[in-house]
């Protein structure tokens, strides 16, 4: 049994107390800007038209909840992104195993990369909605085009910045590349996969939205364009405020198989 020093002791007090230091702070910060938000509305500093308040979003939140239509919007676009962000990140992933498997194939494919990266991809949203059709599919597939390059390119850099020296000891060893692909390459670039999932979490609600923007007849998206075409900004700002809690409680999600993953390999 390990027995803890008063100074190891006051070093956990310390680093729980700013945790919870953080977290409040976080919260206060949150509550004062709506609250002057809101504050500014009332007081017409602003204008609630153009910009809304809080209580405002609120009310139009209960709207759309007594119509039954919220909750169903809300779960096509976290079906849209949840799809999209899986199927960027497996095929991304693949994609970079297989550059890094064959330096043929990565150095012919480096050029097309670099030019897919640089792509604005709603550029091709046109061509895209004429492929796969008007509708969800089209919209998965803006979201996988979106964040897949950026996964190859952010695993595949974790890939080749592992150790050469640890490669060439695995191979002194007989071990094939795919065991040094289980063994070396994949358990040391976990930082780079944690990376991309989180970097993809991003891409692929941006994805999904610009997909909404496009084709869309349902969707928080869908919700922002409506709501600007007839004028109820009380919507599209209650949209967004939506859409940013969802996005971080996936990013937070990410985060927490990050300390998992890490943690197991302390």
């Not at 002057?36 to 009332?42: C, K, P, T, V």
């Not at 060893?173 to 358990?187: R, T, V």
């Not at 928080?220 to 700002?237: A, C, E, K, T």
Request: glycine residues 8%.
């Amino acid at each position: 049994m390990l027995i803890q020093s008063d100074e190891h002791k006051n070093y956990i007090k310390g680093v729980k107390r700013e945790k919870y230091l953080v977290i409040l702070t976080r919260l206060v910060i949150l509550i004062a800007f709506f609250s002057l938000w809101e504050i500014a509305g009332r007081l017409k500093w602003i204008d609630s038209f153009l910009t809304s308040t809080p209580s405002k979003m609120y009310a139009s939140f209960i709207q759309l909840y007594s119509e039954g239509t919220l909750l169903y919007n809300i779960f096509i676009t976290c079906f849209e992104t949840v799809i999209g962000f899986v199927l960027g990140t497996i095929l991304g992933a693949l994609i970079a195993i297989l550059l890094w498997w064959s330096d043929f194939v990565s150095r012919v494919l480096d050029p097309y990369l670099i030019v897919l990266n640089a792509l604005p991809k709603v550029a091709l949203a046109p061509i895209i909605i004429f492929w796969v059709g008007n509708g969800i599919k089209a919209i998965i597939v803006i979201a996988l085009l979106i964040s897949i390059v950026v996964t190859i390119i952010s695993i595949l850099s974790g890939f080749k910045e592992v150790d050469e020296d640890k490669i060439k000891l695995l191979k002194t060893f007989g071990a094939s590349k795919f065991q040094i692909l289980i063994n070396l390459i994949i358990p040391a670039s976990i930082g780079a996969l944690i990376s991309a999932l989180k970097i993809n979490v991003g891409l692929s609600w941006v994805g999904v939205i610009m997909g909404e923007f496009l084709v869309a007849k349902n969707g928080l998206g869908f919700l922002i364009i409506f709501g600007g075409q007839i004028s109820q900004l009380d919507m599209v700002m209650m949209s967004i405020v939506i859409l940013s809690l969802l996005a971080y409680l996936m990013y937070e999600m990410v985060a927490f198989i990050e300390r998992k993953v890490v943690g197991k390999n302390k």
